[in-house]
């Protein structure tokens, strides 16, 4: 029924709006100079394959910057990001995102409630 994918549709998206990567904060924190050696030993474990020399990524033996490998392994980086950062572990949807989404929750499903009455009351009627 068509009602009932828009429906899955459109409440999928408005459940995905929370979840996200790294907020900035997180992502000026993970890249700070201070904490760069730390990012390369954190991106290592999950990705031991990755080499580094000196404090700096090896990626096919040239040196390449975090900026650089975030932007091609963006999931592996922000798990690492989320290991070496204890907040982001803790971090969540804000309030205002939460209050959002569970709005948009219940106006979508008082929609499908009209749309599938409507629909019904449009089959009984002779």
Partial sequence: MVVTRWVVTLSTLVALTGCSGPSEADMVYCFARPRQAEMISAIRV???????AQGILLEGGAPVSLQTWRAKHPATFDRACAALNTNVARSGPSLPAMALSGLAGAAIALLASWLWRRQSFDRERP
């Fill in 46 to 52: 999950f990705e031991p394959p990755v080499s580094s």
